[in-house]
């Protein structure tokens, strides 16, 4: 369904590719998570909650493969990086740049308690940003 355009990045779960679709042309992106268990129904079943969430500040979860060595999630694709990064190599930070960010990253997480879920890892790297340059309120 998809073709590989390149290797975004690579961490302890896996790797993440930039993908496009065969037939849309649509760009994404796609967690390879090697698997640690035959456990396929709690993970197919945390995939099917997790698609059903809408919100602009979460990420979209679009497709769930898997074969014996790995889940793949195609996902949408957020080409800004992690927000670790992005704090790490901005030269000028400023309050207003972090109460924007915090304002968004609360807005997702009442959404996830409102479907009582937790995120569990919630720190500057798990959250990646959609692109380059973070607007303004």
Same mark, same amino acid.
């Given at each position: ?14 790797? #993440? ?33 997790? /698609? ?16 014996? /060595? ?38 997702? #997480? ?5 479907? /009582?879920? #937790? ?19």
């Amino acid at each position: 369904d998809y073709n590989v355009l390149e290797r975004l990045g690579q961490g302890g779960f896996g790797s #993440v590719y930039k993908i496009i679709n065969k037939k849309n042309k649509n760009i994404r992106a796609c967690k390879l998570i090697k698997k640690q268990t035959e456990d396929d129904l709690s993970f197919f079943n945390e995939f099917k909650i997790l /698609k059903t969430i809408d919100h602009p500040n979460i990420i979209k979860l679009y497709e769930l493969y898997s074969d014996s /060595k790995f889940y793949y999630l195609v996902e949408e694709l957020c080409e800004g990086g992690d927000l670790y990064s992005y704090i790490k190599n901005k030269k000028n930070f400023t309050e207003h740049n972090a109460a924007y960010i915090i304002y968004q990253i609360l807005l997702a #997480v009442n959404h996830l308690h409102s479907k /009582k879920i #937790v995120h569990r890892d919630l720190k500057p790297e798990n959250i990646v940003l959609s692109n380059k340059t973070i607007s303004k309120m």
